[in-house]
């Protein structure tokens, strides 16, 4: 009677408390799995950014080449 309600009641929390946790899991999985490709995009414009940095300086290079070569053709 009541010892078995009770059972069934604490055996529906436990079922409960099983898929609340196994969805605790999946979310879980699924925040690491997009801080992996935030930790990604992250590198991608670190890696951007240099190549960026590597392209501004060859240009002042050669806007000061260009620089001096006017200056020799100026009389």
């Given at each position: 009677?009541?010892?078995a309600g009770q059972v069934?009641?604490?055996r529906d929390m436990i079922g409960q408390i099983a898929a609340a946790a196994e969805e605790e899991s999946k979310a879980v999985e699924?925040?690491?799995g997009n801080m992996e490709g935030?930790?990604?995009v992250t590198s991608e414009n670190a890696k951007g950014a240099q190549?960026?940095?590597r392209?501004?300086?060859d240009l002042s290079k050669l806007t000061a080449q260009l620089r001096d070569l006017v200056e020799r053709f100026r009389i």
């Amino acid at each position: 009677g009541r010892i078995a309600g009770q059972v069934e009641v604490v055996r529906d929390m436990i079922g409960q408390i099983a898929a609340a946790a196994e969805e605790e899991s999946k979310a879980v999985e699924e925040v690491s799995g997009n801080m992996e490709g935030i930790a990604g995009v992250t590198s991608e414009n670190a890696k951007g950014a240099q190549e960026l940095a590597r392209a501004a300086e060859d240009l002042s290079k050669l806007t000061a080449q260009l620089r001096d070569l006017v200056e020799r053709f100026r009389i």
